[in-house]
């Protein structure tokens, strides 16, 4: 497990029990809102708003006017109007939308979405140019165009009209278009400043309407997918329109969105942002990865429930195929990083290989940075000596800076701080990542790249009750900007660990003041923890309401587990005694007993070591490996008895270790035949001082 830095929050006792009595609020969900600023009755009724009467007048957005005016008129003169979309959840679904209400308005309207493998991002002159070959007369962009001032103007050039509607960064000069619909323009004053690409889309669509209330209504589903999808913070307009879209969702009337429901195993199930985020999106994405956007599109805008049936298992076969190409991906890096990369020096990950699916390395950057915590960076390079990257960083370093910095030797590069793409020369690939890693060495240290955890408030034993857990989904729909809520909870007795799904996952029993908690720890096995059965430890955890034939329990979903502070004081003891016993300090028999290992326990620790260590290096939490030991071994080998039987492999030149940023490194030294500790001066010493 990554070590994580606790941000705990202390909300005042005071305002959390008047939100409670004033706002209606249950203990903990008044807790969680204080925590996060919202402690009076009024500013948590208004954060938790979700009345669609508070959607803003999409005339608002400046030209808005000019845009619903271009529109209409080409819809009265039968002029071919096309949707230029993007290929993530977001443009698909905002493509869609306005597709299917410029047919219902009588349109002549069709739709492109460029091919991510051979287009990539945004508009394209050649795409542009067939477009009006084929007789598109209107041009209206969605999730893209702001940027795009060069093919604008060669749309307008062959007399095309155009409309763009987006939601990123704007240039300095905006594009010459008929109208261009942002609310990031500096001279837009639309008081909400977060929707998604389909947010704009929605918008467009009620200026057209008249109204905004039947629009939400029909297209709800759609807004809410794309909106998650893009990680947008659900709060505000995108609050109103993801729990609108959330629960028609549950009863959908889009025959696509119901058969993707159907073949992803959600059909009658309970349906949350997580849905979206873990389950559609990456269907959804899955095809403009792969180069099917045109799929997704298709599946939205079906009438025919047995094609929707088709698209909708064909966009879960191409999620299979992103998945085979991501594992491919992320096992050949993995291998790589055992000799490539050390983890205590190393603050940024940069590998490139040929083959590599450059729709897909993005992901694969995403389980390596949460993986290692730090940033990464990988480029596909192609055939034509072509690199094409994506990087993916964390808190505390700026990802686009430190690209910046390497400017010169980037053909093009775009993102911001978390994550960013960049195209390269493969022959200025070596230089690139050494010019990064210089980057970091000079911005950050190892500490700054410790991830934080933002903890809700820390709880006790009898706030944990069904009825304070099923309170706190008014705080939901969950996402950017409204997480779900983190608590934690101090000294509590591991009593039980079970792996589970072959040791992917594990269940543990956890047990304060003599109540009980199942907790789950997702993604990590035993071999990754550090604590052991009977330690006490520190958990931090969503909450949950577990149902196991017929019966409903709290569940701890944990995000992180920490031996608490008394285990660490007992470790600091056996860690001062073993310090006196390395500085020639005198021991008693009693306290040389303690740090004395016998045969077994010196067996345990070399079979762990030797287990675990890949391409002959280990590292660990430096707290960690004798509990793990002790755990696996079922023997008492306590933190200094594990430095004592590490200064006899590395005195008998079996191994070399030490520390540094609080982490264990150990190296295995090459050596023939049976590993000889007979001779040990350190074992010697130690039996002399027990007696």
Known sequence: MKLKRWVVAAPDEARVRALASGGG????TAAVLTARGLDTPQTAADYLAADPAGLHDPFALTDM????????????????????GDYDVDGVTATCILVDYLRS?????????PNRLNEGYGLSPAAIEQLYEEGARLLITVDSGITANEEIAAARALGMQVVITDHHECHETLPDADAVVDYKRPDCGYPFESLAGVGVAFKLICALEGASLPVLEKYADLIALGTVADVMPIVGENRIMVSAGL???AETSNLGLEMLLREAGMKNRRLTSSTI???LAPRINAAGRMGRAELAAELFLTKDPVRAQKLAAALCEQNKLRQNEENQILTQALARLRTEYNPVEDKIIVLAGKGWHHGVVGIVCSRLCDRYGCPVVLIALDEDGTGKGSGRSVAGFNLFDALTSCSDLLQRYGGHELA???TVSADKVEELRARLRAYAESHVTMADLMPQLPIDCQVEPDWITLENIRALSVLEPYGMKNPEPVFCMRNMTVEDITPISSDRHVRLTLVKDGKRFSAMLFGTGMGGLGFAQGNMVDAAFHLEINEFRGRRTPQLTLCDVQLSECEHLADQKLLNLYNTYIGDGPLTARQARILLPDRADLVAVWRHITCRAEDGRLSVPDGALSRRISWESRRDINIGKLFVCLDVFSESSLISYHFKEGMLNILLKPYQGKADISGSVVLATLQSMAG
Do not use: E
């Not at 845009?67 to 039968?78: D, E, L």
């Open 65 to 84: 006017d000019k845009a619903a005016a271009v529109i209409r008129r080409a819809v009265q003169n039968g002029d071919s109007i096309v949707v230029y």
């Open 277 to 279: 985020s873990f389950v």
């Open 25 to 28: 609020y249950a203990p903990l």
């Open 105 to 113: 308005m009588g349109a002549q309207c069709t739709y492109h979405i």
């Open 247 to 249: 629960r028609k969702m």
């Open 420 to 422: 960013a793409g960049l």
